[in-house]
């Protein structure tokens, strides 16, 4: 295990997911079931899921293309989607 790499993974992933739409979604939904442990095991996880989902993809790109594509593509992705947002078209 590589502690750095997973240091700086949970303090990226933490610091992304404060006030984002999923932490606002997991407040609503606890607020509105008044089941909070049955909300934070679903948000739990589907994050998990998610995360496997990157890191699968992540390891698979990585066979084929140069980390400056992949990095490209996905900084693509995250303007797109923030424009997106930003017209309310998402």
Request: net charge positive; glycine share 12%; with cysteine.
């Amino acid at each position: 295990m590589d502690w750095r790499i997973l240091v700086s993974t949970f303090g990226a992933i933490f610091l992304a997911e404060i006030g984002d739409k999923t932490q606002l979604a997991t407040i609503t939904l606890a607020a509105s079931t008044g089941r909070p442990l049955a909300v934070f095991a679903g948000a739990a996880l589907a994050l998990a899921t998610v995360s496997g989902l990157g890191v699968v993809l992540g390891g698979g790109f990585s066979a084929y293309l140069p980390l400056m594509w992949i990095k490209r593509a996905a900084a693509c992705i995250f303007v797109t989607i923030g424009l997106l947002m930003l017209f309310d078209r998402l």
